[in-house]
T-cell receptor
Framework: DQQVKQNSPSLSVQEGRISILNCDYT??????FLWYKKYPAEGPTFLIS?????DKNEDGRFTVFLNKSAKHLSLHIVPSQPGDSAVYFC????????????????FGQGTILTVHP | ETGVTQSPTHLIKTRGQQVTLRCSSQ?????VSWYQQALGQGPQFIFQ???????GRGNFPPRFSGLQFPNYSSELNVNALELDDSALYLC?????????????FGSGTRLTVV
């Protein structure tokens, strides 16, 4: 039972253009979502998160959009850079009383992003 | 400030054997979580420890067990290894009550069961 799905195993983008990575979830109890980036031989590193009370969160070149009714979130990277090439994971969890995550993340399968110079 | 250190980095074991993986948490962190990442999949939550007690568990059988020590380092033990246990095992530490972006992942231990 895959509760968090990233249906695109890979994405190839030209440097300077927008990268859009998508993620769908099935568990309506999830109310906190995160994106992680992973380089080979390294652990995942946190990129950006969003609480279900919001529909958008920005941090520099990274923006996450959440559509609760569709149970869908996306990560936009603008402009894309070759150093962004990595595996991107979306993850979901329940939120605590403070509106952030308890941890215990449920991850998607990942999308390999390749940004060409 | 040191990050999360996992040892060993690679390990080969035979089916039926037992294995212990180790994690040294980031300084100041008191919560540790373990994840299993099979090839081509995302990390899957195994369990979390807080103040030396298990604080949540994913869908893993009892032969997966853990320990957290007073210095907040941790071990993951797997008994009766099966071929499907071959995976990257990730440890993540955090300070309880801090947003999960406070989670710091280690680089993982690659376990191969033959």
């Amino acid at each position: 039972d895959q509760q968090v799905k990233q249906n695109s195993p890979s994405l190839s983008v030209q440097e300077g253009r927008i990268s859009i990575l998508n993620c769908d979830y099935t568990n309506s109890m999830f109310d906190y979502f995160l994106w992680y980036k992973k380089y080979p031989a390294e652990g995942p590193t946190f990129l950006i998160s969003i609480s279900s009370i919001k529909d958008k969160n920005e941090d520099g070149r990274f923006t996450v959009f959440l559509n609760k009714s569709a149970k869908h979130l996306s990560l936009h990277i603008v402009p894309s850079q070759p150093g962004d090439s990595a595996v991107y994971f979306c993850a979901a969890s329940l939120a605590n009383a403070g509106g952030t995550s308890y941890g215990k993340l449920t991850f998607g399968q990942g999308t390999i992003l390749t940004v060409h110079p | 400030e040191t990050g999360v250190t996992q040892s060993p980095t690679h390990l080969i074991k035979t089916r039926g054997q037992q294995v212990t993986l180790r994690c040294s948490s980031q300084s100041g962190h008191n919560t540790v979580s373990w994840y299993q990442q099979a090839l081509g999949q995302g990390p899957q939550f195994i369990f979390q420890y807080y103040r030396e007690e298990e604080n949540g568990r994913g869908n893993f059988p009892p032969r997966f067990s853990g320990l957290q020590f007073p210095n907040y380092s941790s071990e993951l033990n797997v008994n009766a290894l099966e071929l499907d246990d071959s995976a990257l095992y990730l440890c993540a530490s955090s300070l309880a009550g801090v947003d999960v972006y406070g989670y710091t992942f280690g680089s993982g231990t690659r376990l191969t069961v033959v």
